[in-house]
């Protein structure tokens, strides 16, 4: 989720040369604040058993 997120964030305010840390730090502020009011979400559809089938190797199976 984070990934998808740092890539909106590339896509919607890191897109252009910024001069200066306090230009990015107020830009990803303004961006963030904006997200926020939004109230945007990822609709995350990839559950814990779908990952559990397709990553069956890294999912161990607890047997009781």
Known sequence: MAEIELSVLS???L????????????????????????ETWIDWRFTTEDAR???HRLYPSINN
């Open 11 to 13: 896509r919607q305010c």
């Open 15 to 38: 897109d252009r040369r910024i001069p200066d840390f306090q230009t990015l730090e107020q830009e990803v502020t303004a961006w963030q604040t904006q997200r926020d009011q939004q």
């Open 53 to 55: 089938v397709k990553l």
